[in-house]
């Protein structure tokens, strides 16, 4: 009865703005005037949906593309649909392996400076499912892996001041609470992966905020979330979901369309998730609000978490 009620309330308030009719009306039609030429990129979970529109969208605008994805053949067929030779460059990595990521992070610094990170990666695990490293496969994937790329990036000087980070969210964490215990998600008996991943897009914004507090010198972060998408994740992770609303639900280059605008426009920093081009609250129901401090528990959760596994035995 509570779980209907919510979503209802859910349902509700975001069936509009979330659709593609929500986009139309806040942007029109997905077009940006920008130009990265000379920019380097990264983006995460690039070989299908959200993160493929990325990495055209950007290497269409002259931007290098650093294109991080685990199936070498997609991997291929994404560089050979960019605008021009070179400029998306295939990076094979499991996003879901720590010390995967790590390593890339060291190669990609070897190169130099990035100027815009994407961290798009995101998967919905219904099923509980534990990594090489032992870790539950949607907490490595959509969480300590951003961070891990993201801290071999500042350790290797490629992520410097005037780079910017932007962090793919989901306007499922409005129906969630920031639950520690529920973040770790190290449980097969209480493992819901709904929750699991509204957990993790949760703690994305207040890793968002971390990132924004580190103070002078340091890249800027954005958090924003694509609406609601038609792509293979939502066909696989939700396919009553998508029956429902498949008529109404987003292109591609819809929901990538607010990343590409965040990094062109690079607006002031702050509270509050952007969608749309448009900064939402982080908030839309009460019972969501934490202390001040989940911000530094987040991320002393990860950090210790990516130290664990970095010692070894
Ligand atoms: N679609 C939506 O409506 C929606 C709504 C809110 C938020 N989001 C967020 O937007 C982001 C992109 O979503 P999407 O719908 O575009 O997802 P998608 O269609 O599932 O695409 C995700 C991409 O990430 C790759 N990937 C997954 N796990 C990986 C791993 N361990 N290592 C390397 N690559 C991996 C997948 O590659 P494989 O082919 O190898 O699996 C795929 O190319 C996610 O963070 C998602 O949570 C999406």
Known sequence: MKKALGAMLFYGRFALPFSRIGFRRRVGAPGLDADFSGQRWIVSGATGGIGRAIALGAALRGATVLALGRDVKKLDALAADAAGPGKIQPVPVDLSLMREVARVAREISAGGKVDVLMHNVGVMCHDFRRTGEGLEQGFATNLLGHWVLDAGLRAGGALVAGSAIISMSSGGMYGAALDLDALKAGDAAHHDGFTAYAQHKRAQVALTHHWNAMGAGQPRAWVMHPGWVDTDGVRSSLPGFRKLFRTVLRGADEGADTA???AATRPPTGEGIWLDRHRDTEHA?????????????????VEQAAVALAEPG
């Open 285 to 301: 129901f009460g019972f969501t609000r934490g202390g001040a401090d989940d911000r530094a528990l987040v991320a002393a959760l």
């Open 260 to 262: 590409l605008w965040l």
